[in-house]
């Protein structure tokens, strides 16, 4: 496929498996799923969940960035919390990365996370759209 282009960028953490941080495809990014790994050292971001989202979507922002887009091009986030009772925090830290209109969004609880980690989210981003 001529218009597929992988993105990595040593901005976000490296794939610890068997994917890519994210393909484009025309102007479209599918973004892998991010966890809050610490892009430099590979290890799980200190502190409490609210640490873990932050560092979750400034991960997700540095391959949009990285893709030639930003946040705001995000148009479907997807969120895997092992805890629903951090719902809330979720939301309170997306809305410093999201701006109006808000992507649109599925959020489920899961029972694992790579690492044992809270939180991870992945998404879907058009450029110029």
């Known amino acids: 496929m001529s218009n597929r282009a992988v993105i990595n960028t040593e901005q976000a953490p490296e794939a610890i498996g068997t994917y890519s941080q994210a393909v484009k495809v025309g102007n479209t990014v599918y973004l892998s799923g991010q966890i809050p790994l610490v892009p430099e050292t590979m290890e799980v971001v200190a502190g409490d ?7 979750v979507f ?16 995000v148009v479907k986030v997807n969120l895997y919390l092992t805890d629903l009772a951090n719902f809330g925090t979720v939301n309170e830290v997306m809305a410093r990365y999201f701006s109006k209109p ?3 969004r599925a959020a489920v609880q899961v029972a694992a996370l790579p690492k044992a980690v809270e939180f991870e989210a992945e998404g879907v981003m058009v450029i110029g759209d």
Request: aromatic share 8%.
């Open 49 to 55: 969940f609210e640490a873990q989202a932050i560092q």
């Open 58 to 73: 400034e991960n997700l922002k540095a391959v949009c960035e990285a893709a030639g887009g930003s946040m705001d091009e």
């Open 102 to 104: 808000y992507p649109a």
